[in-house]
């Protein structure tokens, strides 16, 4: 069987030698950098912003029992249903059975991360019903049945011409390379599903202890229709989307959209803080909101790492990184990509198979500067690092202590680069083969030659002269 | 035990051990946290001109970046004459409303065929509406947004779902931030908020294929935003 390990450096292979695909993902990510810095520049201050989203969510996550309890009751005295899911089946099982119980024909879908974090359309699909995403880059992914490319820029590796033959193999639409005609193709097949469809299910964006609201961003409308016209609404929410305040809003939303798009504001911040209330003219008459744990109180329990749960989903932290933007949002094989998956899906999915994402960056810490509520990225990929060390091997752990042991004797140092430099040529003969022990490294580049004199030595003959 | 409890359960064991507190909080430069939250983040968010002339001009500007229609009137008439001319340019057959002193006020004046979604409405009668006319709860100025709720948008779909939505405020709705947007909004609706609240920044969009910028993915592809004093 392949581990996670092999797949992510098969792929990463076969994505960074794909110069094409880097230079699309290059350019798309251009404009993004333009629009960011411009709406990044028109705070007074962005990085006290940070400091004062980071203590927000701080507040939030340290305090999440009391939060989430205050949300439920502000929901629940409205008429909400709250579903406590510990982890994935939960969430599904609750899913299917709330559109069994209503006799669901078709669900409609806004994007949601956390759906794809549990798998959620496979299960009610699986169930009978016939589920639609209805964000244009959902659903371009979805008709090609693969997972979103980034975490919210779900189609950004394909071209319009992929997207018109796909438009024109599933839809059976005349081939296009407008954008705009595109986009109009999912428009019209999209409301008659909205139209039909008795289930609509997003995410949330924020939980609002304080008045017992879900926010929910997005650009296209889709979200809105999908909580406006079915009768029923389900919310699937993770535990850390708490704020504690309806006013933090005014700080999370433009900083939100600053970082995730490049906006001042995202195009639709909605919220919901009940089913259809007596004296309104429309909305759902039944409101399901499920809280999901899923693992998130395990990272909870790692007080070293335990901001990563403040994380709002903007994916900056992809946006900039090295690795990301070579290796491409699929080779990580994981819900949540880039910098911010690498720390998390650790957690979430365990150790032993997802530790070597921690390798999976250069330690640039371009991922920490980026992030919008100060989240210790790349310290916490080193966290990983070592706990994964803690439970290395046997023979793992014999190297490195062997390492460790050269490396705080300089005698023993100093010889083994004297041997090192006499060594190298040899090395030389069986650069690449099978025979080599550094092969992982050298098989696509070649070793650098160790220098004629070390350091110690040039240091010692420049004070004798 | 239930779910609720074990999850609670699990979360307050794992906050027995304290996390680090933010770094930064220690720099004298940044405010103590009571102050942070007090504060309505104004100073660090775009600047706003604080008299009303100032917050219309932003407004404008914005919207004018946003693509959204923005026009200020000098009474219910000159409206009415904008959304008439709208009416036949946009060859409208049917539009959508709801009642309201403004929404009247323009609606009857116009001989098109309404959805009035006070009383309830048929979906697919609303689908087939050329626009929506609605009033908001307030225009923040610092992102040419517009928050309108359940109450003041007819509803949940109104604004949403024909194709071009027309916004009719009056000037003192105009406010400088989201916060002060959110504020007014507790302070009209105290502790029952409507099931309802959305901010809306422009004719919906995407930018899904290519990074390149469509309007009207799902929701209105136009938005006019016309202030009466």
């Known amino acids: 069987m392949t581990t996670p390990a092999k797949a992510f450096s098969e792929s990463a292979q076969r994505y960074t030698a794909d110069l094409p695909h880097r230079v ?34 701080w507040d939030a996550v340290n305090h999440l029992d009391r939060y989430l309890e205050e949300f439920v009751a502000k929901l629940e005295a409205r008429g909400t249903k709250i579903f406590w899911a510990k982890n994935a089946e939960d969430a599904r099982n609750y899913i299917v059975g709330v559109a069994r119980e209503n006799k669901v024909r078709s669900v409609i879908k806004s994007k ?27 659903y371009i992914v979805q008709l090609r049945r693969e997972p979103p490319y980034h975490l919210v820029f779900p189609a950004m590796h394909l071209t319009r011409g992929q997207i018109s033959d796909l438009f024109h193999e599933k839809l059976n639409s005349a081939p296009t390379d407008n954008p705009e005609d595109l986009t109009m193709i999912a428009r019209r097949v999209m409301r008659q599903k909205f139209c039909a469809a008795d289930m609509g299910v997003s995410g949330a964006n924020f939980a609002i202890a304080e008045t017992g609201m879900i926010s929910i961003t997005e650009n296209e409308g889709n979200a809105r229709l999908t909580t406006s016209l079915p009768k ?43 089913p259809r209330q007596p004296g309104e003219v429309d909305g759902s008459e039944q409101f399901h909101v499920v809280l999901l744990d899923n693992r998130r109180t395990e990272l909870l329990a790692d007080a070293e790492q335990r901001d990563a749960l403040h994380c709002i989903r903007c994916g900056a932290c992809l946006n900039v990184c090295p690795i990301f933007k070579n290796v ?138 | ?63 004018e970046n946003l693509k959204t229609d923005f026009r200020v009137c000098a009474d219910v008439n000159e409206a009415v004459q904008y959304v008439k001319t709208l009416a036949v340019e946009n060859h409208w057959g049917k539009i959508g409303t709801h009642h309201g002193e403004l929404t009247n006020a323009v609606a009857r004046e116009l001989n098109l065929p309404k ?15 050329d626009a929506g006319l609605t009033e908001c709860e307030s225009l923040i ?89």
């Open chain 2, 1 to 63: 035990m239930t779910n609720r409890e074990i999850i609670l359960g699990r979360i307050r064991e794992a906050l027995k051990i304290s996390a680090p507190h933010p770094a930064f909080s220690e720099k004298a430069q940044i405010p103590s946290p009571p102050n942070l939250f007090q504060s309505s983040f104004q100073k660090w968010l775009p600047p706003v001109g604080e008299t009303s002339d100032e917050q219309i001009e932003l407004f404008r500007q914005n919207s």
């Open chain 2, 141 to 229: 100025a610092q992102t040419g947004s517009v928050l309108v709720s359940a109450h003041s948008a007819g509803g949940r779909a109104l604004s949403v779902l024909p194709p071009h939505h027309i916004v009719l405020a009056r000037k003192n709705q105009m406010t400088p931030n989201l916060s002060i947007a959110l504020q007014r909004a507790r302070e009209k609706f105290g502790d029952t908020f409507p099931s309802f609240l959305s901010f809306i920044t422009g004719p919906s969009r995407t930018g899904d294929i290519e990074r390149i910028l469509v309007l009207g993915a799902h929701g209105p592809k136009k938005l006019t935003i016309l202030i009466l004093p």
């Open chain 1, 232 to 274: 029923i609404h389900v919310a699937l929410v993770g535990i850390e989307k708490i704020l504690p305040k309806l006013s933090d809003l005014a700080l999370f939303l433009p900083m939100l959209a600053t970082a995730g798009a490049g906006q001042s504001l995202t195009c639709y911040n909605t919220l919901y803080g009940g």
């Open chain 1, 24 to 57: 699309w993902i290059q350019r798309a990510l251009v404009g993004y950098y333009v629009k960011r810095d411009e709406n990044k520049n028109r705070f007074q201050n962005w990085q006290s912003a940070r400091d004062a989203a980071a203590e927000i969510k």
């Open chain 1, 112 to 138: 949601s991360m956390t759906a794809e974090e549990i798998h959620l359309n496979d299960a009610l699909e699986r169930a009978g019903f016939e589920t639609v995403e209805s964000d244009l880059g959902e």
């Open chain 1, 328 to 465: 491409g949002g699929h080779s990580y094989g994981t819900t949540y990509q880039g910098p911010i998956g690498s720390v998390i899906t650790p957690h979430l999915r365990g150790l032993h198979d997802w530790k070597h994402l921690s390798q999976a960056s250069s330690l640039c810490g371009a991922c920490t500067e980026t992030c919008p509520v100060k989240i210790n990225l790349h310290h916490h990929l080193l966290h990983n690092r070592r706990n994964a060390a803690r439970a290395e091997s046997f023979g793992g752990k014999i190297l490195y202590r062997g390492f460790a042991f050269m490396m705080r004797r300089p005698k023993l140092y100093r010889f083994a680069t004297r041997f090192a430099r006499i060594a190298q040529p040899l090395q030389n003969l069986i650069q690449g083969t099978i025979f080599d022990p550094l092969r992982a490294w050298t098989k696509t580049r070649s070793f650098p030659k160790v220098a004629e004199k070390s350091f110690h030595q040039l240091w010692r003959e420049r004070k004798k002269s």
């Open chain 2, 115 to 129: 959805v009035q979604t006070d009383s309830g409405y048929a979906i697919a009668d609303l689908e087939s509406c």
